[in-house]
């Protein structure tokens, strides 16, 4: 199902499409007991139905002794080809202006990190903020500069948008012209995808990418490259990856405040919580503001929660491979 008909469901839509009751999901409602309780390694998670596409391909590595760093590029490498998919990679939707720009961070268990942001016309952004981190003394390479060092590394061009995200545009900025008012900025046409995988020696690594806002002001970049914000990994501890409204996620550095809630002994569940009540808490309107956030912690215990029911992640373990649907605080 198309995760933004799947949000727009609400609860309904959320039953239908939500695999059997899991053991993983019978853990993530007893987050007390599972504390110190390690899961079997390896393990894989990423937001929503189209992360069970993607943790296949992370689960490959794995399953083969492979990093976990491999792991989440190999994943985000399969949603960013999607051409179905219409909030990360070739065919994600545009900004006001028609033009795709795409966002993406990486971070391994040595705290190393490389993020893109503001990224026109290539395929695999994950691999781009990969060789950064890999290559040069920087974290962050945006806009021009990053389409400069893309190409100069051979990285594989795109043309975007697709012929039909294009239509959509165009009929999207003739409605608002005939409502002959500024253009609203769609708050239900975004996404992103987040993994987080630890390998078989026990090592956490995550990514995340996206083609942000539908419709957003030109330059506008989200939570998904800001290290902090979208994603956070801290072996001592774990890691966590953001998903939603950006401006949001970063207002509270989300994936940073997930992870310092374990430094400070919540559990990988808990903190997910805390940190969605930390984000209601700074806003005044929650009308339509879907956020939500997964971690694993130092042992392998997984937690996902958000502020609107519909949020789910899919988790893959030796035994399990399933669609597990995230607690939240409220119901649209
Ligand atoms: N979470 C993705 C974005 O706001 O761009």
Sequence with gaps: MDRRKFVRLGAVGVAAAVVKPSLAAENLSTEKSQKFVAITKPVMISTWNHGLEANKAGWEVLKKGGSSLDAVEAGARVTESDIKNR??????????????TLDACIMDWESRCGSVGYLEGIAHPISVARHIMDNTPHVMLV???AKKYA???????IKTPLPEVKEEWKKWKKEQAELAKKPEINHENHDTIGLLAMDADGRISGACTTSGWAYKLPGRLGDSPIIGAGLFIDQEVGGA??????ESIIRIAGAHTVVEL????RSAQEACKEAVDRLISKHKDMTGLQCGFLAVDKFGNVGAYSVFNGFNFALRTNDKEELVDAKHDRSW
């Design 262 to 265: 374990m430094r400070h002994g």
């Design 87 to 100: 909030s990360v990679g070739i065919g994600g939707m545009p900004d006001r202006d028609g033009n795709v």
């Design 241 to 246: 990856v953001a998903t939603g409204l950006g």
């Design 151 to 157: 190409l100069k590394n051979k990285f594989e061009t």
């Design 143 to 145: 806009g021009l500069g």
